[in-house]
């Protein structure tokens, strides 16, 4: 396999990678599905946005936002029967039960240990030791710009986690099991150890006493954007949209079997990040998942990351550490 070069790397010399939008699929059917399944991305993204924005106080808090995840989910899960990308990537009870299980861990365990050393008490922390009023200026500033920033900002850091994820070791041994996962469906954002899915939820947009509206609605944005990272669904993806945003297909070659492939894509919402540092890379893969597709149990995930820190972490004090010398019998 010769692979395709992109900028200074080959991409597809170990496993298929489709390079570049002329040679993606596009959605087969009549009008209706093909209009439907063009601009449902567009018409979600500036509802969620609309409603956000002129929504009363009564209904515009986070058990809402919650709410309407949770509603928009189920939407998206329906259209992965109606309108798959691949079909061996066709939700099996197996695979339905291990996602909810991560889920379910995100949404207890993960969030109780958030509310003691997350993001949120660490930035509480700092901002307590000085004084930030200097920042006041963002609040002043029309709420959608607020929301664009906040989003930003989040994504900015989490594409910097995510890249350190696979460029530092000890961070790659946190995020290898989630490339383990060999399809995408609307739940596998959630699967991975633990640890890591505590790191990747750290973000600096706390830094800022933003208003709740326009965190509520920089959420709206991570909602009809990034969700689509993890999902089983072909679209029609409008240019604007693929050029700013993060695609099913940009995820997908971020968990391609190419190792150069994995090695791009690394931002949530905004792809346009990986534009600015040369990551991106415009395609789609169908092999997901590493050693060749394996599929990682829940109990191998669950202990991946302090078994893999152990083993390093003993090979590393073995290298600096004085090995004793065997004496010679008289």
């Given at each position: 396999?010769?692979?395709?070069l992109?900028?200074?790397?080959?991409?597809?010399?170990q496993?298929?990678?489709?390079?570049?939008?002329e040679?993606?699929?596009?959605?087969?059917?009549?009008?209706?599905k093909?209009?439907?399944f063009?601009?449902?991305?567009?018409?979600?993204?500036?509802?969620?946005i609309?409603?956000?924005?002129?929504a009363?106080?009564?209904?515009?808090?986070?058990?809402?936002?919650i709410?309407?995840?949770?509603?928009?989910?189920?939407?998206?899960?329906?259209?992965?029967?109606?309108?798959?990308?691949?079909?061996?990537w066709?939700?099996t009870?197996?695979?339905?039960?291990?996602?909810?299980?991560?889920v379910?861990?995100?949404?207890?365990?993960?969030?109780m240990v958030?509310?003691?050393?997350?993001?949120g008490v660490i930035?509480?922390?700092?901002?307590s030791?000085y004084d930030?009023?200097?920042?006041d200026w963002?609040?002043?500033?029309?709420?959608?710009l607020?929301a664009?920033?906040?989003?930003?900002?989040?994504?900015?850091?989490?594409y910097?986690?995510?890249r350190?994820m696979?460029n530092?070791?000890?961070?790659?041994?946190?995020?290898?099991p989630?490339?383990?996962?060999t399809?995408?469906?609307?739940n596998?954002?959630?699967?991975?150890?633990?640890i890591?899915?505590?790191?990747i939820?750290l973000?600096?947009?706390g830094?800022?006493?933003f208003?709740?509206?326009?965190?509520?609605?920089?959420?709206?944005f991570?909602?009809?954007?990034?969700i689509?990272?993890?999902?089983?669904?072909?679209?029609?993806?409008?240019?604007?949209?693929?050029?700013?945003?993060?695609?099913?297909?940009?995820?997908?070659?971020?968990?391609?079997?190419?190792?150069?492939?994995?090695?791009s894509?690394y931002?949530?919402?905004?792809?346009?990040?990986?534009?600015m540092?040369?990551?991106c890379?415009?395609?789609?893969?169908?092999?997901l998942?590493?050693?060749?597709?394996?599929?990682?149990?829940?109990?191998?995930?669950m202990?991946?990351t302090?078994?893999?820190?152990?083993?390093a972490?003993?090979k590393w004090?073995?290298?600096?550490l004085?090995?004793p010398?065997?004496?010679?019998?008289?």
């Open positions: 396999m010769d692979g395709v992109v900028g200074k790397r080959i991409i597809g010399a496993a298929p990678v489709t390079i570049g939008w040679n993606i699929p596009r959605v087969e059917g009549g009008p209706v093909r209009f439907i063009t601009y449902f991305q567009p018409v979600m993204f500036f509802a969620a609309l409603f956000w924005y002129y009363p106080n009564s209904i515009a808090v986070a058990s809402t936002a709410g309407i995840g949770i509603a928009f989910r189920v939407l998206l899960l329906a259209l992965e029967w109606v309108n798959p990308r691949h079909k061996s066709t939700l009870w197996k695979e339905l039960i291990t996602d909810l299980f991560y379910g861990l995100g949404y207890t365990v993960l969030r958030d509310a003691y050393i997350g993001d930035i509480d922390a700092i901002l030791s930030w009023s200097k920042l963002f609040t002043s500033m029309p709420l959608l607020q664009i920033l906040i989003s930003f900002m989040f994504d900015f850091g989490q910097w986690m995510h350190g696979h530092w070791y000890p961070l790659w041994a946190t995020h290898a989630h490339h383990y996962i399809q995408l469906n609307i596998k954002g959630a699967v991975g150890n633990p890591e899915l505590f790191l939820g973000g600096i947009g830094f800022f006493d208003l709740p509206r326009a965190v509520l609605l920089a959420g709206a991570g909602m009809t954007v990034s689509y990272q993890h999902i089983n669904v072909r679209f029609n993806t409008p240019a604007w949209w693929r050029f700013l945003f993060n695609t099913t297909e940009h995820h997908s070659v971020h968990h391609s079997q190419d190792y150069e492939a994995t090695r894509n931002s949530g919402t905004w792809i346009i990040i990986d534009r540092f040369g990551t890379i415009d395609g789609e893969a169908e092999l998942g590493m050693e060749g597709g394996r599929r990682m149990p829940v109990h191998e995930t202990l991946y302090p078994r893999e820190w152990y083993r972490g003993r004090l073995r290298k600096r004085p090995q010398t065997a004496v010679p019998a008289e």
